[in-house]
């Protein structure tokens, strides 16, 4: 949407405009021309994200996820995470998997199903995740095959955490042939990925 004046957003917003809504929540969680204020942030956020708009259902989630305002709490991050992951958004699948896999809600079997949905959208954070789960065997079958499958594709796309992995994969021969050039290769990758 075009740059507009925060009093034009609000009058949008009033009117019932969910980006606008969105939009706002944005503008008062970051601060942008208006004094930060996460309990306002999240006010619009929620009224967006009754209206089923999956950015502001995910910013509320993420809210809750960190406690902005005051107001941490998995329980209601999950259920907002889970309403914009069911509409696609790979960021929330991921996210949700996050918290099945390392909060209070833990349940490895939902964590490698939401890990799997943004993984298939490329996100590599996910695919990641989902490459130690498998190589640890957290809510499935152990395989060092899958592992390995899930680390490429995200070290592909220049995670520095999967090309590390890559690394002691090829390094110590899991799911793959041991071969210390390769591991020596996907070691250095990652280190420039932090150190250019």
């Known amino acids: 949407m075009p740059s507009l004046s925060v009093e034009r957003w609000l009058a949008l917003a009033t009117a019932g405009d969910s980006q606008a809504r969105f939009h706002l929540g944005k503008i008062f969680s970051c601060g942008l021309g208006v004094h930060q204020d996460y309990k306002q942030a999240i006010y619009w956020f929620q009224l967006a994200a009754e209206q089923g708009h999956d950015d502001a259902q995910f910013s509320l989630g993420w809210a809750y996820h960190l406690g902005l305002g005051g107001y941490k709490d998995a329980q209601k991050a999950s259920e ?97 042939e041991q071969d210390d050039v390769a591991a020596q290769d996907w070691f250095y990758r990652a280190r420039t990925m932090h150190y250019p």
């Open 80 to 176: 907002w995470y889970q309403k914009a992951a069911e509409q696609g958004h790979a960021e929330a699948q991921f996210q949700l998997g996050r918290l099945y896999a390392f909060s209070d809600l833990r349940n490895d079997a939902l964590a490698v199903e939401w890990f799997l949905c943004a993984a298939k959208q490329d996100h590599s954070s996910a695919q990641f995740k989902l490459g130690w789960m498998y190589h640890l065997g957290m809510g499935v079958e152990q395989s060092d095959r899958q592992a390995f499958h899930w680390f490429i594709l995200a070290a592909e796309q220049d995670h520095a955490g999967a090309q590390a992995s890559l690394g002691e994969m090829y390094k110590n021969g899991w799911g793959v």
